[in-house]
């Protein structure tokens, strides 16, 4: 009888709630960390600021790495357009050998795929300006503005360049000089039997062909020609370096059996060489303040372990495993790793519009879509970091710790 009540009050002896069971572990894992960051708050500060540094460099960076090649994009069309679209080249021996061109529907698949992007549809054309011999261009003359903005253009006297319905005309200087031209004064320009009178409306200087060149109203030039709606090249400025003016030219000659793609490799390669530089410059950058952040997250965490070792001691001998001690450092560490990138994507954020207005004058806004790779970048350094300290923490034997050896 006895045996049997010893075995009833045994019996109904599930252990009982504490350090073995799984809510005791977690409340008891929970109670470590307050207590942790209760006693050791400026410790855990110098954790936190290693943290937030390198969240803040991370989220500046991505931040920047996302609106840079938007402005620097803006910034290089000084250098003028990126790929021209021509017509295909007639076939050798082709009847009348005239010089092939697009035509009104080619105009519109190509402004269809390409809605939001800089174009220009240019004629070209010989012939006189006040008889001397030049290449005309037809263009709308602000489309042209837009695609070369570096160009320096002296306009007449309170006449607007290239004003909508004038008939007007942009001379290069050295054109300009040979025929007598003044911005304000008049010109004939011809082309082939016809011609037209025009006033100048400004002198353009580029240092380069478009010097001895007229620049004259589209519609005027295809009207003088007889080529109305046809256009010799479309000039394109596209943003992203040369993978995108590939992807653009290829999508165009996919759409537009009669047009090829003539990509300008010199400016295009020279935007996506300064985008790759600055690309990498900021990619070693984040790295190398990442390292730093966490051998200095390391190192304090260290020494937060070399001073709870007695604590951990205690904790062990009063029944805590390793479940509790590894909870315990995970959970000071994502809290770390958390509050580190809240913090960084704060201080980033303004770092960034700060950056943006010193570089551009524009400040460049935060984007969303860096708030996973700051928070993962966070914790995984803090992860990293707290291995060293975690492994010395696990390693310590109660009864040596309460010693004190």
């Not at 009982?16 to 894992?29: C, F, K, V, Y």
């Not at 989220?59 to 357009?81: C, I």
């Not at 519109?108 to 220009?120: H, I, K, Q």
Request: hydrophobic share 50%; with cysteine.
């Amino acid at each position: 009888m006895v045996s049997e009540g010893a075995g009833a009050a045994r019996r109904p002896g599930r252990p009982r709630a504490g350090l073995h069971d799984a809510p005791g572990r977690w409340a008891t894992s929970v109670r470590f960390l307050l207590r942790s960051l209760n006693l050791r708050g400026p410790v855990f500060l110098l954790a936190f600021l290693a943290v937030s540094v390198g969240a803040t460099v991370t989220a500046t960076v991505l931040n920047l790495k996302a609106g840079l090649q938007d402005k620097m994009s803006r910034e290089l069309r000084a250098y003028g357009p990126n790929l021209l679209i021509v017509p295909a080249s007639t076939a050798p021996g082709a009847a009348g050998g005239e010089t092939p061109t697009l035509d009104d529907a080619a105009l519109g698949a190509v402004r269809g795929l390409l809605p939001s992007t800089a174009a220009a549809p240019i004629l070209l054309a010989g012939g006189t300006v006040e008889g001397r011999p030049a290449t005309i261009v037809g263009a709308d003359l602000e489309d042209l503005r837009r695609l070369y903005p570096s160009w320096t253009i002296r306009p007449a006297a309170g006449t607007p360049v290239g004003g909508a319905g004038q008939p007007a005309c942009l001379l290069g200087v050295s054109l300009a000089r040979r025929a007598g031209a003044v911005p304000g004064g008049a010109v004939e320009v011809r082309a082939g039997a016809r011609g037209a009178a025009l006033a100048v409306s400004g002198v353009v200087e580029t240092g380069e062909a478009e010097d001895e060149q007229a620049f004259v109203p589209l519609a005027l030039l295809q009207e003088i020609t007889g080529q109305a709606g046809r256009v010799s090249l479309v000039a394109l400025t596209v943003d992203g370096g040369p993978e995108a003016v590939d992807r653009v030219g290829a999508a165009i000659e996919s759409a537009v059996p009669r047009a090829r793609a003539r990509p300008l490799r010199a400016i295009a390669l020279a935007q996506g060489a300064i985008l790759g530089r600055l690309d990498r410059m900021m990619v070693l950058l984040t790295l190398v303040v990442l390292v730093l952040s966490g051998l200095c997250l390391v190192t304090t965490l260290m020494s937060m372990v070399v001073e709870r070792e007695s604590e951990i001691g205690l904790a062990r001998a009063i029944g805590a495993g390793d479940g509790e001690i590894f909870r315990m450092f995970l959970g000071e560490v994502g809290l770390l790793g958390i509050l580190g990138a809240v913090a960084g994507l704060i201080v980033g954020a303004g770092l960034t519009r700060l950056v943006g207005a010193r570089l551009f004058g524009a400040a460049i806004e935060p984007h969303a879509a860096v708030i996973p790779a700051v928070l993962g970048a966070s914790i995984a350094i803090c992860l990293i970091a707290v291995y060293l300290p975690l492994r010395r923490a696990l390693s310590v034997q109660p009864a040596e710790a309460l010693r004190g050896d």
